[in-house]
C-alpha cells in the first residue's frame, strides 16, 4: 500500500492535515529549500499536536559544509521526539560521508535519506544506506519549479529506485513537485509513500497556505491505508480475482475508448541470439474500454489515462530483455487490467525491423472472462491462495 504524505509548516496545518486523513505527517520549511528544517522548538510542539495521531517526520536539510553539521541536524530533530528525519543527500563522496557519519551516530533514530532526482541520483547510495542502518530512502526534486518528478526520471527509471529500495529493506518515498496526473501513474510501482507539498497548497505554491480542496484531490487519488498499514487499493488487487474494487460489468456498462496508437519504442525482444545485442523497434496499439467516468468527470480522480498505457509498456520493456512478443502484450495487457475501471483491453505489438513490413502478436483480454476462467480452473480461495504464491512483487 502506497501512504499519502503532506508536508506542513505549524500545527494549524498539521490539523488540518490529520482532518483530511492524510497517512504521514511531515514537517519542513518550504521557504529555506527543497528539505528545509524548522527549528527544532517548532517541530516538537507540532509532533505533541499530532501526538501520534499518525506517524511524523521531519527535514533536516539538504546542504551541509561538513558530515558533522548533518550529524547535529539530525540529532537536535531526534530529541523531538519525531518519528522519522529525513536529511538531503549531494551525490559523490560527499554524500557518502554524511551517510557514514549518520549511520555511526545514529543511535535509535529512524533515518530517511533523501537523494534528488534533479542532481544525476548516485543510487549506490542505497546499499550504503542500508548498511549504516537508515530505514528508509526518498528521491525528490532539489530545485523547486523546475519540473517535477517525472519529467528529471521517467517512470521506468523510477522502478529500478523503489525495486532497489525493497530488495534493500528501505521504505521507500517519492516527492518531487507532484500533481494530481502523477499520482495514477506512480502508484503502479507501489512506493511506500508518495509525498506533497507545493500541490497541496492554493495556487500549487509551495510557500502558500494549505487548500483543502487540493489536499481532498491527492487524497481521494491514493487508496486508504488500513490502521493496520493494509488496504483494498486498485494496485494491491489482482484483476483475476472478483472484480472486488473494480467497477462492475454487465450488458449496460457504458465504456469509452482509450488508446495509444502507432507508439514506436526501441525494445530488447526476441529468442534468436542476434536480437540479445541490439534493440529493435517495435510498434505498439493498445485500444482500452474503460467504464464511463461517473462523479468528477472533469478532473482525475475518475479517469483513466492513456499515460498509464505508455507508462506501463516503458516500465515493461525497461526492465530488460524479453524473449517471446506474446510474453510481452500479455504482461502490458495483465497491467492496463489492474485499473479499477478497465474493462478490456486490446494489445498489438509489432516487430518493425524483422521483414520489410511488420510481424507480430495481438490479444484481447477482458476483465470478466479471465477473472471466470481463473476461478473456474482453481476454485475462487484456491485461486487467491496460488496467487499469493506466484506474484510478482508488482503487477507492471
Ligand atoms: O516531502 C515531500 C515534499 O514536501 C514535496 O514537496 P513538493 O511537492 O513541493 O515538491
Known amino acids: 500500500m502506497t501512504a499519502m504524505l503532506a508536508s506542513v509548516i505549524n500545527g494549524a496545518e498539521a490539523e488540518t ?32 499536536t499530532v501526538a501520534g495521531r499518525k506517524k511524523t517526520s521531519a527535514a533536516a536539510g539538504d546542504q551541509f ?68 542502518g537508515f530505514k528508509g530512502a526518498m528521491l525528490d526534486t532539489f530545485e523547486k519549479g523546475a519540473g517535477r518528478l ?35 501513474r506512480l502508484l503502479p510501482l507501489r512506493p511506500d509513500y508518495l509525498g506533497f507539498r507545493g500541490s497541496l497548497c492554493k495556487g500549487g505554491e509551495r510557500g502558500g497556505a494549505l487548500d483543502l480542496a487540493a489536499v481532498a484531490m491527492i487524497r481521494d487519488l491514493i487508496p486508504h491505508v488500513a490502521e493496520n498499514g493494509s488496504g483494498a487499493g486498485a494496485a494491491d488487487v489482482d484483476w483475476r480475482l472478483l472484480g472486488r474494487g473494480y467497477v462492475p460489468v454487465n450488458e449496460a456498462t457504458e465504456t469509452d475508448l482509450i488508446f495509444v496508437h502507432d507508439l514506436i519504442m526501441p525494445c530488447f525482444i526476441g529468442a534468436y541470439e542476434y536480437e540479445r545485442a541490439r534493440k529493435q523497434d517495435v510498434r505498439f496499439n493498445i485500444d482500452v474500454d474503460v467504464a464511463r467516468a461517473r462523479l468528477h468527470s472533469d478532473d482525475m480522480r475518475d479517469i483513466f489515462s492513456y ?20 510474453t510481452l502484450v500479455r504482461e502490458i495487457a495483465e497491467s492496463v487490467l489492474v485499473h479499477p475501471s478497465v ?54
Open 17 to 48: 492535515a490529520l482532518a483530511s486523513a492524510v497517512d504521514m505527517i511531515d514537517l519542513k520549511d518550504p521557504a529555506r529549500g527543497a528539505l528545509g528544517a524548522l527549528p527544532a522548538g517548532l517541530v516538537a510542539s507540532i509532533v505533541a
Open 65 to 132: 559544509a561538513a558530515p558533522a553539521d548533518a550529524v547535529e541536524a539530525a540529532r537536535a530533530l531526534v530529541a523531538t521526539g519525531v518519528d522519522f528525519v529525513k536529511i538531503g543527500l549531494q551525490g559523490g563522496a560527499a554524500g557518502a560521508a554524511i551517510v557514514d557519519a549518520l549511520g555511526a551516530h545514529k543511535g535509535d533514530a529512524a533515518l530517511i535519506g533523501v537523494l534528488f532526482a534533479d542532481q544525476n541520483p548516485d543510487l549506490d547510495l542505497l546499499n550504503r544506506m542500508a548498511e549504516r
Open 150 to 184: 517525472l519529467d528529471h526520471m521517467d517512470v521506468a527509471a523510477l522502478a529500478p529506485f523503489v525495486d532497489r529500495c525493497r530488495e534493500l529493506g528501505l521504505i521507500c518515498g517519492l516527492a518531487g513537485s507532484l500533481e494530481a496526473p502523477d499520482v495514477p
Open 307 to 326: 499515460d498509464l498505457i505508455v507508462d506501463a509498456i516503458k516500465i515493461i520493456t525497461g526492465r530488460g530483455h524479453i524473449e517471446l512478443v506474446e
Open 343 to 396: 474493462i478490456s483491453v486490446r494489445v498489438r505489438a509489432e516487430k518493425l525491423d524483422v521483414i520489410r513490413g511488420s510481424v507480430g502478436v495481438e490479444i484481447k483480454r477482458e476483465r470478466a472472462k479471465e477473472a471466470a476462467a481463473f476461478e473456474g480452473l482453481f476454485g475462487v480461495d484456491a485461486a487467491a491462495a496460488k496467487l499469493k504464491k506466484t506474484r510478482s512483487p508488482r503487477s507492471h
